[in-house]
């Protein structure tokens, strides 16, 4: 049973415009969400967290939104560049302590 | 100066053999994670150690063993390989402060 989902296995998009990954999750226990960035051959690095007392947060061209009624958080990466073709997990877990719970990752393929 | 290592980062074995992976990380923290990726691409838990002590086994088989010698460190031993073992294992450690996952690279191992 997947409680993390995301439903877009690939996403293209051209440079410089916006690139929206989206992500549903089912267990209304989590509250603390995050995005991870993997490259091939590498683990997956950090992006960007937002807790449940949240409904945005921003980094640089990154930026998370949280819809808790509807259980769903989405990735806004503007612009977009070509180094940011990757697979982006989003990942989910009850508190900052426990284990990440893991989608099942989108390929965001950014050309120029 | 990498964070969390992994050893060796490929492994070629037979069915039926026994093989290790190590796991090292230099960040300090207290809690240490096993995870596979699948070639349906989900990462999934499979163990979560805190200061040497197991807190997470999820439904893995028991020929899957960590061993926990030291809170840096977090080795994964498999016992009579099958081909449904083929997968990367990825190691992770957590920081307490924000519960970020800190990755290894990866270790690919394939069961011929």
Redesign the interface.
């Known amino acids: 049973d997947q409680q993390v989902k995301q439903n877009s296995p690939s996403l293209s998009v051209q440079e410089g415009r916006i690139s929206i990954l989206n992500c549903d999750y089912t267990n209304s226990m989590f509250d ?1 969400f ?1 995005w ?1 960035k993997k490259y091939p ?6 992006l960007i ?1 937002i807790s449940s007392i949240k409904d945005k947060n921003e980094d640089g061209r990154f930026t998370v939104f949280l819809n808790k009624s509807a259980k769903h958080l989405s990735l806004h990466i503007v612009p977009s560049q070509p180094g940011d073709s990757a ?1 982006y ?1 989003c ?1 989910a ?1 009850r ?3 426990t ?4 989608g ?2 989108t390929t965001l393929s950014v050309s120029s | 100066d990498t964070a ?1 290592s992994q050893t060796p980062k490929y492994l070629v074995t037979q069915m039926g053999n026994d093989k290790s992976i190590k796991c090292e990380q230099n960040l300090g923290h207290d ?1 240490m ?1 096993w ?1 596979k990726q699948d070639s ?6 499979m163990f ?1 150690y805190n200061n040497k002590e197991l807190i ?1 086994n999820e439904t893995v088989p028991n020929r899957f063993s960590p061993k926990s010698p030291d809170k840096a460190h977090l080795n994964l031993h498999i016992n009579s390989l099958e081909l449904g073992d083929s997968a990367v294992y ?1 190691c ?1 450690s ?1 920081s ?1 402060g ?9 270790s690919r191992l394939t069961v011929l």
């Not at chain 2, 924000?98 to 990866?106: A, I």
């Open positions: 603390y995050l991870y051959a590498e683990g997956p690095t950090f967290s697979v997990f990942a877990s508190q900052a302590g284990a990440l719970i893991f099942k990752g | 969390v809690t994670y995870y349906k691409k989900f990462l999934k838990i979560s997470i990825f992770a957590r307490a924000t519960g970020e996952l800190f990755f290894g690279e990866g």
